[in-house]
Nanobody
Framework: QVQLVESGGGSAQAGGSLRLSCAAS????????MGWFRQAPGKGREFVAA????????DYADSMKGRFTISRDNAKNTVFLQMNSLKPADTAVYYC????????????????WGQGTQVTVSS
């Protein structure tokens, strides 16, 4: 069982940066693939990025490549999402998720979810 708690959301101007954190409780954190997803009002949950258990392999949605960076600190049971060059289109609730296994860009591939943190980017 893994419990996930996101933090770091808030408001930013276009072109600005935010860093999201996701703290995990439970054992064997380094065994879990961790992902970030987002959901804007009226839209489905969208894949943002994923990172493997060791933290040496990552995957990104095309629209986030070069702007967002996912990382993890297994000693602190935490995964991060550094978001730079933010755009109004990045406005959404951001969720972290965890599962055992290989990468997945689909929400159905993840078993554990946080409650989400709101990110609002103004122009």
């Amino acid at each position: 069982q893994v419990q996930l708690v996101e933090s770091g959301g808030g408001s930013a101007q276009a072109g600005g940066s935010l860093r999201l954190s996701c703290a995990a409780s439970g054992r064997h954190f380094s065994s879990y693939v961790m992902g970030w997803f987002r959901q804007a009002p009226g839209k489905g949950r969208e894949f943002v990025a994923a990172i493997n258990g060791k933290g040496d392999s990552t995957d990104y949605a095309d629209s986030m490549k070069g702007r967002f960076t996912i990382s993890r600190d297994n000693a602190k049971n935490t995964v991060f999402l550094q978001m730079n060059s933010l755009k109004p289109a990045d406005t959404a609730v951001y969720y972290c998720a965890a599962h055992l296994g290989v990468y997945s860009a689909y929400p159905t591939g993840y078993k554990y979810w946080g409650q989400g943190t709101q990110v609002t980017v103004s122009s």
